[in-house]
T-cell receptor
Framework: EAQVTQNPRYLITVTGKKLTVTCSQN?????MSWYRQDPGLGLRQIYY???????DKGDVPEGYKVSRKEKRNFPLILESPSPNQTSLYFC???????????????FGPGTRLTVL | AQSVTQLGSHVSVSEGALVLLRCNYS??????LFWYVQYPNQGLQLLLK??????LVKGINGFEAEFKKSETSFHLTKPSAHMSDAAEYFC????????????????FGRGTQLTVWP
């Protein structure tokens, strides 16, 4: 089954404790991205990757890191989480960057992160 | 630059009533427009999209939207609401033409929570 998976689905942590949220897709997609969703703000893009070893900042990259060493994986790293990073995080992938812009974007189920 | 404004963060309708969710966009190039639906505790699912073909677009679950360039709008409608339509709906826009870093990026509205009363 074609899908985007995220782990963990739920995470409660404390300020400053490094964490990684994994994202994996099995569709051989080139383009992957991370969004955060906050009430009343919709989805905002954190980082995106056009292919292996190619990443770039989205609209709200502060406090996050990403890497793309393999085509299927795009982990999101919070090196020193803070309470303002409490949010719902979505990973998404699309065949290409252009296809993503045409709506061919597949979303993962989300990771709900709470930073105390 | 692309942006989307969704009018009304919450909309409530009775079962069987018309659903109308409003979306206005701003785009410096001809846009692609989308509606996504998010059911509780789930990810986003594409409901329908406009990519410069027919201006009236039909999606899943009986939803449709009409692209009106003169009004810069892409409102979502459904003639008769069902309890299962209760969800959050997001309008999104992307640039249809190559604009460097904005190419392929989706810009989302703030969302509209739809409640359906029995």
């Amino acid at each position: 089954e074609a899908q985007v998976t995220q782990n963990p689905r739920y995470l409660i942590t404390v300020t400053g404790k490094k964490l990684t949220v994994t994202c994996s897709q099995n569709m051989n997609h080139e383009y992957m991205s991370w969004y955060r969703q906050d009430p009343g703000l919709g989805l905002r893009q954190i980082y995106y990757s056009m292919n292996v070893e190619v990443t770039d900042k989205g609209d709200v990259p502060e406090g996050y890191k990403v890497s793309r060493k393999e085509k299927r994986n795009f982990p999101l790293i919070l090196e020193s989480p803070s309470p303002n990073q409490t949010s719902l995080y979505f990973c998404a992938s699309s065949p290409t960057r252009l296809a993503g812009g045409r709506g061919e974007q597949f979303f993962g189920p989300g990771t709900r992160l709470t930073v105390l | 630059a692309q942006s989307v404004t969704q009018l009304g963060s919450h909309v409530s309708v009775s079962e069987g009533a018309l659903v109308l969710l409003r979306c206005n966009y701003s785009s410096s190039v001809p846009p692609y427009l989308f509606w996504y639906v998010q059911y509780p505790n789930q990810g986003l699912q594409l409901l329908l999209k406009y990519t410069s073909a027919a201006t009236l677009v039909k999606g899943i679950n009986g939803f449709e939207a009409e692209f009106k360039k003169s009004e810069t709008s892409f409102h979502l409608t459904k003639p008769s609401a069902h309890m299962s339509d209760a969800a959050e709906y997001f309008c999104a826009v992307s640039a249809s033409a190559d604009r460097g870093s904005t190419l392929g990026r989706l810009y989302f509205g703030r969302g509209t929570q739809l409640t359906v009363w029995p």
